[in-house]
C-alpha cells in the first residue's frame, strides 16, 4: 500500500479535525523523520514541541521498556516508584512545592483553573471569581482551556464557555490591571505566546504581573507547556526572569513523546487550594508517563542539554537573522531560546511549510503568518545549516 492509499484509509476512519499534510511517518532517528516510502526528513518542529531528544535518544528508549515490563497502570489510589521520582525532579527543577501529573497540557490547565478558584474560594468563603487571561492566547481544546483562550476563532462555535473570564493584552501591564477587581482570583499568561505568534513575555511584564497578584492576593498563573522543558535553555521560560508563578502547567516536552503533562504549585498555592476529593485522573502519573519524565530530567542533566541549548540557540538566531535580511518575504525574527518565529508577509506561510516539507524539510506555522521553529533541542549547527539552506531555496525565489 502505497502512501496516497495509506492517507484514504485513515480518511475513511479518522475524524477529519486536522488538515493533514500528504505524508505518512514512519519512524524517525536522531533529529530527523522517515515516511513510509523511505524519504528522509530534518525535524524541525519535534512534533510541535513534544520530541525535545528527537528520535530514540540513548537511553530513553531502554527505560520505558524497562518499566512496560514492570507496571503500565495501577491508579492514583496507590503509590509506585516513578510518580514519586518524577514528582520529586519536577518540584525540584520547578523551585515550586507540590505537582499533580495529568494525561495533557489542556488538562494540567483544567487543574489550575480549578486550583485558582479553589483558592479564592478558601480565601472568601464563595464561588463566583473571575480570571484574566490575554489576547492571541492558547491554553488548549477542552472547555475551561479555551474558555482563557484569546481567539475567538476557536471559541465561537462552542459558546457559551465557562464564565468569569477577562482578557487582557499580552505585555500590556496597564490592560490587566485595568480589570482586576475583588472577584479576581488569577491571572493566567503563557510565558511565550506560541500559537499567538512566538511573542516572549517582557521581563517588566512579567515583573509586573508578579507585583500585582502580590498585591492583590491573586494567584499567577504561567503556562509552561510549549516554551517549558529546556526550549529557553532554563528548564522553564520563567527562570529566565527570574519570576515565580505560583501555578505552572507544562507537558509536551515533559515526557517527550510519552502523553503527560502536569501542574505544580508554589507553596501558597498548594497549602490553601485543591485538597483530597477535589481533583482527579484515573491515568494522570500512571507508572509508564512517570518513568518518561524521571527519565527525561536524568538524561537532560547528565547530557548538559540545558547548555547545549543556550549554545546552539545562539547559532540558530544567527542563521534565522541573515535569511530575514536576505528574504523579501521575512518581516523579522523573533523569538527565545529554541523556540523561533519567521513573521512572513507576501506568501502563504502554508505555501513555505509545504513546499519544506517536499524539500525534506518539517516546519509548522503558529498564527497566521509566522513560519515556527521548535526543533528537538539536540540539533547541531550542520541541522541548523541544512535547514537554512532549505529555506533559502523557498524564500529567495
Known sequence: MDMKEQIQKAEESILHTYNRFPVVFEKGNGVFLYDTEGKEYLDFAAGIAVNSLGYHYPGYDEALISQVKKLTHISNLYYTEP?????????????????????SGAEAIEGALKAAKKYAYTRDGHAGHEIIAMRHSFHGRTVGALSV?????????????????????????????ALVTDKTCAVITETVQGEGGIYPAKKEFLEGLRALCDEKDILLILDEIQCGMGRTGEYFAWQNYGVAPDIMTTAKALGCGVPVGAFVLGEKAAASSLMSGDHGTTYGGNPLACAAVSTVFDLYENNHILAHVKEISAYLEKRLEE????????????????????????????????????????????GSDVLRFVPPLIIREEHVDQMSSILEGILLD
Open 83 to 103: 510518580i514519586i521520582e518524577a514528582g520529586r525532579k519536577l518540584v525540584e527543577k520547578s523551585r515550586l512545592a507540590k505537582a499533580f501529573f495529568t494525561n
Open 149 to 177: 483562550t484569546g481567539n475567538a476563532h476557536y471559541q465561537e462555535p462552542f459558546e457559551p464557555l465557562m464564565g468569569g473570564v477577562r482578557f487582557a493584552d499580552f505585555n500590556d501591564l496597564d490592560s490587566v490591571k
Open 323 to 366: 535569511l530575514a535580511e536576505k528574504s523579501p518575504y521575512v518581516v523579522e525574527r523573533r523569538g527565545m531560546g529554541l523556540m523561533q518565529g519567521l513573521q512572513i508577509t507576501g506568501k502563504p506561510v502554508g505555501e513555505v511549510v509545504k513546499k519544506a516539507l517536499e524539500a525534506g524539510l518539517v516546519v509548522i506555522s503558529a
